[in-house]
Nanobody, 116 residues
Framework: QVQLVESGGGLVQPGGSLRLSCAASGSVFAMGWYRQAPGKQRELVAS???????NYAEYVKGRFTISRDNSKNTVYLQMNSLEPEDTAVYYC?????????????WGQGAQVTVSS
């Protein structure tokens, strides 16, 4: 069983920055961030493999950076140039198990509000 503990988030003005962190308690092979705005489906923001390969949603490329500290089993999301449209609950995701039996785990969610 893997537990994910998120930190960060909050209220920021447009153009500002925030950093999210997520620490995993067990062994995982991929981690990432999703977000869900009111009335919308949860969507992928960014992901990173254990080897450091990253993937970003088109709408965050150049603004958000995902990174990972494998020694701490922690993933980070640095969010710059935030826009009101980035307002959402951000969820940490981790994948564990084997390629033919992947288990998904989720953090508790962190509210990010971008408003003046």
């Amino acid at each position: 069983q893997v537990q994910l503990v998120e930190s960060g988030g909050g209220l920021v003005q447009p153009g500002g920055s925030l950093r999210l962190s997520c620490a995993a308690s067990g062994s995982v092979f991929a981690m990432g961030w999703y977000r869900q705005a009111p009335g919308k489906q949860r969507e992928l923001v960014a992901s990173i493999t254990g080897g450091g390969t990253t993937n970003y949603a088109e709408y965050v490329k150049g603004r958000f950076t995902i990174s990972r500290d494998n020694s701490k089993n922690t993933v980070y999301l640095q969010m710059n140039s935030l826009e009101p449209e980035d307002t959402a609950v951000y969820y940490c995701n981790a994948k564990a198990g084997t390629p033919w039996n992947i288990r998904n785990y989720w953090g508790q969610g962190a509210q990010v509000t971008v408003s003046s």
